[in-house]
């Protein structure tokens, strides 16, 4: 029996909060997240959870996965 491996490709937002550490998302999956003090590490740590993300998405949801196309980043101010 063959293993048939499917490829992804996923935006990941990165932002850096008040302590300094990376903290790396990606909305097409739920709850897909992880926080490292460095990129290097974070860009690890995100391989890590998208894979199981994926196995959770496969395995619980059985939903086709989103591949959506990356468009742009806006920042929006409110003042309230």
């Not at 894979?51 to 742009?72: A, R």
């Amino acid at each position: 029996m063959v293993n048939k491996k499917n490829k992804y490709n996923f935006s990941v937002i990165i932002e850096k909060d008040e302590s300094g550490y990376y903290i790396g998302r990606v909305p097409d999956l739920r709850s897909c997240y992880t926080q490292a003090k460095t990129l290097p590490e974070l860009y690890k740590r995100l391989e890590e959870v998208v894979s199981l993300c994926l196995d959770v998405e496969d395995n619980f949801f059985k939903q086709k996965i989103p591949q959506n196309q990356f468009i742009g980043f806006q920042r929006l101010e409110v003042v309230k």
